[in-house]
T-cell receptor, first 114, second 111 residues
Framework: DTAVSQTPKYLVTQMGNDKSIKCEQNLGHDTMYWYKQDSKKFLKIMFS???????INETVPNRFSPKSPDKAHLNLHINSLELGDSAVYFC?????????????FGPGTRLTVT | QKEVEQDPGPLSVPEGAIVSLNCTYSNSAFQYFMWYRQYSRKGPELLMY????GNKEDGRFTAQVDKSSKYISLFIRDSQPSDSATYLCAMRKAAGNKLTFGGGTRVLVKP
């Protein structure tokens, strides 16, 4: 039974398109995150939500918009995709804000923009 | 210069050898330190965390923190082929829950 799941696993799209990635966790956690991992494996936080409230919003282009319909789901919508958006996007969750050191990651969504 | 530096490797060792990994960081505000393991095409998983200078052991794994030198290490004893993965260090400041990750070191344990 998958703890943190993401869909889709792979996404190939053209520049200028709009796409969404979905994330769900069944761990009962309060806090969820989006990370971007580039080709050099650097994992960088993008957003963090706690109980549907935005907590961390790093310097991310406003083409990226997260949405948390409930505390078990955190989706990422990307407008006007650019070549530089190609990366692996990971969703993660932690029990709460204080438990943020132990984060459970999803399998990742490999986004390729052509 | 990145806040957290990690040699990307790859680090290739024979089975049974000790694997030694390290990270250096520049910001003395980092107080809490973690090691995550990431297998190919998977998400990272927490391996160890430590909140103070000194050593922490868990089975074959030992995490070491030297805050005065801004240097952390992970040692894997009796390495196995199943330890082949990328190891990411992560750290955070006392306030907040934002983790800053190193770029990871790829480890290959050969049978």
């Amino acid at each position: 039974d998958t703890a943190v799941s993401q869909t889709p696993k792979y996404l190939v799209t053209q520049m200028g398109n709009d796409k969404s990635i979905k994330c769900e966790q069944n761990l009962g956690h309060d806090t969820m995150y989006w990370y971007k991992q580039d080709s050099k494996k650097f994992l960088k936080i993008m957003f963090s939500y706690n109980n549907k409230e935005l907590i961390i919003n790093e310097t991310v282009p406003n083409r990226f918009s997260p949405k948390s319909p409930d505390k078990a789901h955190l989706n990422l919508h990307i407008n006007s995709l650019e070549l530089g958006d190609s990366a692996v996007y990971f969703c993660a969750s932690s029990q709460d804000l204080l438990g943020g050191d132990e984060q459970y990651f999803g399998p990742g969504t490999r986004l390729t923009v052509t | 210069q990145k806040e957290v530096e990690q040699d990307p490797g790859p680090l290739s060792v024979p089975e049974g050898a000790i694997v030694s990994l390290n990270c250096t960081y520049s910001n003395s505000a980092f107080q809490y330190f973690m090691w995550y393991r990431q297998y190919s095409r998977k998400g990272p998983e927490l391996l160890m965390y430590t909140y103070s200078s000194g050593n922490k052991e868990d089975g074959r794994f030992t995490a070491q923190v030297d805050k005065s030198s801004k240097y952390i290490s992970l040692f894997i004893r009796d390495s196995q082929p199943s330890d082949s993965a990328t190891y990411l260090c992560a750290m955070r400041k006392a306030a907040g829950n934002k983790l800053t990750f190193g770029g990871g070191t790829r480890v290959l344990v050969k049978p």
